[in-house]
């Protein structure tokens, strides 16, 4: 059996409203193994997209601890927690968060700046990845001129820059109709089965068939799915 790429060990999150404060994560624990598929899934309130945030070190925990890939994110400092989402995660989110004032293939280069890959290796291998995600013939064009589909396609090729161990998806096909999210999850499986770990939410069933375990979660914890 593969070893834990992903280790959520109760997990407490809350957030404060005016004076109080309100839980969204109530003592998860969970394990994650490297190279699974795994759909995070709940009502709207639940915490899974919490628990996405705090897996993918957007959020930190209010207690517990989370071990991703050997490094413990609690103990990580500021710089520490982006060079590890820089190098071990690629993120999908529903609304692409595209830069609009740049092409496809340079919102694709844009990790890769940040990771000091010189410019010709980058170039390079955002015209491979954008190739690979159907979009060869529209390296030069802005998100204003693309569909909602093309625009999470160059997201997703995106999050493959830095060639990360660990894809995170929050609702990746929420804004799109069913033929185009059908294709965007195909698309993500074939990922998953060239190795890579995916975690990811989404409150459409169809979507969730395609991952090998759900986890469900109500009132931030959760009734199933903690263990592979």
Do not use: W
């Not at 997209?49 to 957007?58: A, D, E, I, M």
């Amino acid at each position: 059996m593969s070893d834990p790429i992903i280790v959520v060990d109760n997990v407490h999150k809350s957030y404060l409203m005016g004076k109080e404060a309100v839980p969204a994560l109530r003592g998860v624990s969970l394990e994650i193994l490297r190279g699974e598929f795994v759909c995070l899934m709940g009502p709207s309130g639940s915490g899974k997209t919490t628990l996405l945030n705090v897996v993918g070190g957007l959020d930190e925990p209010s207690r517990g601890h989370l071990i991703v890939d050997g490094q413990n994110l609690v103990s990580l400092s500021e710089n520490e927690l982006a060079r590890l989402r820089l190098e071990k995660m690629g993120f999908i989110f529903q609304n692409y968060n595209l830069l609009a004032n740049f092409t496809a293939l340079e919102n694709v280069e844009a990790p890769m700046v940040l990771a000091n890959v010189g410019r010709k290796e980058r170039q390079e291998r955002a015209n491979r990845l954008l190739d690979r995600v159907g979009l060869g013939d529209r390296t030069h064009h802005y998100p204003s001129e693309l569909s909602g589909g093309q625009q999470q396609r160059v997201a997703i090729a995106r999050a493959l820059a830095n060639n990360p161990p660990i894809l995170i998806g929050d609702e990746m096909t929420g804004d799109l109709d069913s033929e185009t999210g059908f294709a965007i999850m195909r698309l993500i499986a074939e990922l998953n089965k060239e190795g890579m770990t995916i975690v990811f939410v989404t409150h459409d069933p169809r979507m969730a068939e395609f991952a090998g375990r759900v986890v469900e979660l109500q009132d931030g914890k959760l009734l199933n799915g903690a263990t592979p």
